[in-house]
């Protein structure tokens, strides 16, 4: 089973009939024809239970893995005809990541894991400091470019996880779980925050467990065994998020 999305002709990450198997003594198959696009400026939601294939999905639009059969196109362009090298490179200047464990260097200053995708990029050194204030001030964080992880609260953390996936102005936004390791109020100012970026146009897609969290998208995407059971469209007026329509596959 598969299901296309066609939601605008400007779009910035797709797959079709995407598929992944793994072989741990026997075949599992992760995503099993996975159509999915994403227009730019949307916010999505990607939802299911352990073993539905929303990590997977997530590596193979991030250029972390590469689909067995089917294709991965980001900007244009065919991610499975790419060298490994112009792969990384897709990967550092068209995407951003944001992770449940926030991944950021423990002896580096705020300023110094945001500039981090400059530097591996070859970007010039000129500029990435004031770079690094400019996105640190903007989520709030101005006041504390030279504190290390350890000085940071966890929502302050994933500030700087998510000014570090910015840096490089990406097209697409990957989040993991962003809130997963948050209490509930930090977690409710990360969503805001990621609620300002899609209102300047950024294209972010979000996995996470939580119905809750996912209401804050535009749409919700459902994986079942691989596959794409369902697509929920949701009301995009903040102060009644609801789900207006659904579209399934049976």
């Known amino acids: 089973m ?3 999305q066609s939601l605008s002709t400007d779009t910035v990450v797709a797959t079709r009939n995407a598929r992944r ?3 741990l003594g026997e075949p599992v198959h992760a995503l099993d024809g996975v159509s999915l696009s994403l227009p730019a400026g949307s916010f999505t939601a990607v939802m299911g ?3 539905s294939g929303k990590s997977t999905l997530m590596n193979l639009l991030g250029c972390l893995d590469t689909p067995d059969e089917g294709e991965v196109e980001i900007g244009g362009q065919r991610v499975t005809e790419l060298s490994d090298s112009k792969r990384a490179h897709l990967r550092g200047t068209e995407i951003g990541f944001i992770f449940q464990t926030f991944n950021l260097m423990p002896r580096l200053t705020a300023a110094e894991n945001v500039t981090l995708p400059m530097v591996f990029n070859n970007d010039v050194e000129t500029g990435r400091r004031e770079r690094a204030e400019q996105l640190l001030t903007r989520v709030g964080l101005g006041d504390r470019l030279d504190h290390v992880p350890s000085e940071l609260s966890g929502g302050q953390r994933q500030r700087v996880a998510t ?7 990406p097209s697409l936004v990957l989040a993991d779980e962003p ?5 509930t109020d930090t977690g409710a100012e ?3 925050l990621f609620e300002e970026l899609h209102a300047e146009g950024r294209t972010i897609l979000m996995v996470t467990h939580e119905r809750q969290v996912a209401e804050h998208a535009e749409q919700i995407v459902h994986l079942v065994d691989g596959e794409i059971a369902e697509v929920e469209q949701l009301d995009t007026d903040a102060s009644n998020k609801r789900t207006v329509t659904t579209d399934e596959t049976h």
């Open 190 to 192: 990360i969503l805001r």
């Open 163 to 169: 000014a570090r996936a910015l840096v490089n102005e």
């Open 2 to 4: 598969s299901q296309t």
């Open 49 to 51: 239970p352990s073993g």
């Open 21 to 23: 198997t793994y072989y």
């Open 179 to 183: 809130t997963g390791n948050l209490d």
